[in-house]
């Protein structure tokens, strides 16, 4: 069997197969007429006429190969149609002269009989036929059984100079894909989706769909991906990248603990400041699956979409399924600058008030002090005391409607509870704007509980499939958001309670996973399409509320950071990242989501100590600290903290107030990182201008007398004189309060931090 690798193509290997007939043999795809334009446009590189030889029986023919090519910030990302008609990746990495020549698409060897080309070639976007053992882009089953599908280019359009469409057309039948490029000037991101068409006669269901594949050549590479579960979440894991897949996904019905929808891959020895990686980022809030995989000969692919676990969209004749969509992108700066050009991206191109979205204000949030036994007087009590410390924003937590005392009941029910507020929340929110905050207010909208009127009224209206069990959990269960009749109660109860109160902000939470995802007022074959649909109106709600109350923002919470992904991103300003506030737990997890997302969007929460779930005891300086990496907030019951804390809480969010624009929108550098059990912490964050920097340092637990390591700060201006400020915590004696950005940079920063949960804050502002 050895002996046949490489021999495909010699007399010997045909011998071998005329002889040994029932041996494995791949079909010659060149015998399938094919039709390819070659268009003009200024990614267009070029037309390449080359004589066709890879079947020895089909006839040598002239082929044109287009290459197409996309430059933005430090990358140039290349594909071209192949000799065959596929369009294949050409290049992806550092950006390249304008004068450089890319070289035409040819497919990769046959190699051995059991692995085709087709299978080889790192397609852009490949169907499920021919010999494809890789995971295919695309998966469809056509209305006579056929299940082979077979793209080949046909046309391009372009739109902008960074913006492009592909159409691909199976080789015989009427099914297209466009590909969607869309290339960021500034980072380097590429933004890739697909649109499928059913041009048939006859239906056809797409059984997997993906936004995008990605290649990378053989070489050694690291996995970087986020895992969790509920209070637990972002967790950051390295490892080595082998033969075989990674599957990184959901099934949960939303992006879930699980998984975040983002991968970073290094090559070779990359580390946080150097080396090359490779990122991406899957905007879907439903069902999604990230496979990376390496194929029996090295190569890498990682291919992004919707999850095809339990997939089948039909798709009639004229009807199109568009994909989510995959950002991706490249640095050689290692995992900090994957972070920081990613991260800057979400913040120009994806939050909605982007490009300079507003730092978050800071917030108070009860429902640590209260849970859900809200009243008038109590939650106007903790504005007053919440007022006093300086907090921009007061925020109402779950237990105001409905019939809700406990979470067994009232999800659903969107009235004022009048027990609670006999005057609605006029009157409370009239008080908080006495007190110079404005108002937010806690909602679950997609969820019911089985004891509540909406769930007595409409009890078909949950996820379900009929004469079934249906599970509960938190005893809640879940709005079929897909149904028309409850997309418009959802959307219904919002706008009116946005309409009647002022309220600015609503932390919309989601606290549970699907089970029994049926959906049975639809016919049987269309029933799974509610894994898209459900998704879709979710966005199409957000979107038409924040047209109609164009002040509302809005936070993602899933019991935390459930649904966390850039998707949901597009419509919302802030996220829950977890429920887990320990201090300790939320420098890891702050470092774990910072890899994905930014410092903008992370709402971090200060609480009671010792904490709920650790029942560790820590200071509220080290509270604060921790908190203020992030988009301050404070959820303490302000009631129980002693004058001291209270003092503690004022003049840190003062000198919170005066760094904040830095540490949500600053280049973020994690000087050491606290994962891997670290002793130490430590994050700076620089403005984008350099006019200021901030550092935040922690330490664990000292062992045997070690001191701080000294911090060598990054990304200041060299030749600019900066000030040291101490916002907490000092420095050895004989540090200078004023030096160059050199200094800062080369010589470093000798910190007196030492004990249990210390830590220390500074400010750098240039003169
Ligand atoms: C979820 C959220 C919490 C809180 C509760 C209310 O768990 O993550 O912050 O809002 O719901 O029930």
């Keep these: 069997m050895l002996g046949w690798l490489g021999l495909e193509k010699s007399p010997m290997f045909a011998f071998i197969l005329k002889t040994f007939p029932s041996l494995p043999s791949i079909r010659p795809l060149t015998d399938i007429p094919r039709t390819l334009v070659a268009g003009t446009s200024l990614l267009f590189l070029g037309v390449c006429a080359s004589a066709q030889t890879a079947a020895p029986q089909a006839p040598a023919r002239t082929t044109y190969q287009p290459v197409f090519r996309l430059d933005g910030g430090n990358t140039t990302y290349a594909f071209g149609v192949n000799e065959r008609g596929e369009l294949q990746q050409l290049y992806w990495g550092g950006r390249i002269a304008a004068t450089d020549t890319i070289t035409p698409a040819k497919s990769a060897l046959e190699q051995a009989s059991f692995d085709s080309s087709y299978n080889n070639t790192p397609q852009e976007y490949a169907g499920w036929g021919a010999g494809l053992y890789m995971e295919p882009a695309l998966k469809v089953t056509f209305a006579d059984g056929n299940r082979d599908l077979v793209l080949h280019y046909a ?91 990674r599957v990184l996904e959901s099934r949960r019905g939303t992006t879930g603990h699980q998984n975040n929808p983002w991968f970073a891959i290094g090559k070779g020895g990359a580390g946080e400041e150097g080396g090359e990686v490779w990122f991406g980022e899957l905007a879907w809030s439903g069902n999604w699956r990230i496979a990376v995989e390496q194929d029996t000969l090295d190569a890498v692919r990682v291919t992004a979409g919707f ?63 209260t849970e859900m036994n809200v009243t008038e007087s109590g939650q106007e009590r903790l504005a007053e005391k919440a007022a006093e410390l300086g907090i921009d924003r007061f925020v109402m937590d779950d237990g105001w409607f409905g019939q809700r005392k406990t979470d067994h009941a009232g999800l659903g029910d969107w009235y004022v509870n009048k027990e609670k507020f006999p005057n ?29 009127d909406l769930y007595r009224k409409h009890p078909d209206w949950v996820l379900n499939f009929p004469g079934r069990p249906r599970s509960e959990e938190r005893t809640q269960l879940v709005l079929n958001l897909a149904r028309p009749d409850v997309r418009a109660y959802v959307y219904g109860f919002l706008d009116k309670l946005l309409s009647e109160n002022d309220i600015v902000f609503l932390k919309w939470d989601y606290n549970r996973n699907w089970s029994e995802p049926g959906w049975d007022q639809v016919p049987p074959n269309e029933q799974k399409k509610v894994y898209v649909e459900f998704t879709r109106n979710l966005y199409s709600i957000l979107e038409e509320l924040r047209k109609k109350h164009p002040k509302v923002e809005i936070e993602s919470c899933s019991g935390g950071g459930g649904r966390v992904d850039l998707g949901i991103l597009q419509y919302t300003d802030e996220v829950w990242p ?35 779930q650790n029942s560790r005891a820590t200071s509220m300086t080290y509270r604060m600290l921790v908190s203020m990496e992030g988009a301050l907030g404070i959820g303490a019951n302000l009631d129980k903290l002693s004058a001291e804390d209270l003092a503690t809480i004022k003049r840190l969010t003062a000198a919170y107030h005066g760094v904040q624009k830095t540490v949500a929108q600053g280049e973020l550098y994690r000087l050491i990182s606290p994962t891997n059990g670290s002793e130490f912490a430590a994050t700076e964050m620089v403005a984008p201008d350099k006019s200021q920097a901030v550092l935040f340092a922690y330490v664990h637990s000292t062992q045997e007398g070690r001191g701080f390591p000294r911090l060598e700060l990054i990304g200041l201006d060299a030749k600019a004189t900066y000030t040291l400020t101490s916002i907490e915590g000092k420095t050895l004696d004989g540090t200078p309060t004023e030096a160059s950005g050199l200094w800062w940079m080369n010589h470093g920063i000798d910190l007196v931090l030492r004990g249990d949960f210390q830590a220390s804050a500074f400010r750098l502002d240039k003169k």
């Design 307 to 369: 999850n095809p676990f339990d997939f089948a969209y039909p798709l009639k004749t004229g009807e199109k399924l568009e994909s989510p969509v995959m950002y991706a992108g490249y640095t050689r700066h290692g995992y900090g600058g994957a972070s920081r050009t990613l991260n800057k991206f979400t913040v120009s191109h994806i939050l909605p008030n982007g490009p300079t979205p507003k730092p978050r204000p800071v917030i108070y949030n009860s429902w640590e002090a």
């Design 578 to 612: 977890s429920d887990n506030t320990d201090p300790l737990d939320r420098l890891t997890q702050q470092d774990g989501f910072t890899r994905a997302y930014p410092n903008q969007i992370m709402l971090s929460w200060v609480t009671d100590s010792p904490h709920w």
């Design 424 to 452: 609605g929340l006029k009157l409370l929110i009239d008080k908080v704007h006495s007190l110079k905050m404005d108002f937010g207010l806690w909602v679950e909208p997609e969820m019911v509980n089985p004891d509540s």
């Design 155 to 245: 046309s391009n359009k372009k739109i902008d100079d960074q913006t492009l469409d592909i159409v691909l057309k199976d080789i015989s039948r009427a099914v297209t894909v466009t590909l969607h490029y869309q290339m960021d000037p500034e980072s380097g991101i590429l933004a890739r989706s697909a649109t499928v068409e059913n041009k048939e006669a006859k239906p056809i269901v797409v059984e997997q769909e993906a936004a995008a594949a990605f290649a990378l050549p053989p070489a050694h590479y690291t996995l970087n991906y986020l895992s969790g579960r509920w209070a637990g979440e972002w967790t950051l894991n390295r490892e080595t990248i082998h033969q075989g897949q």
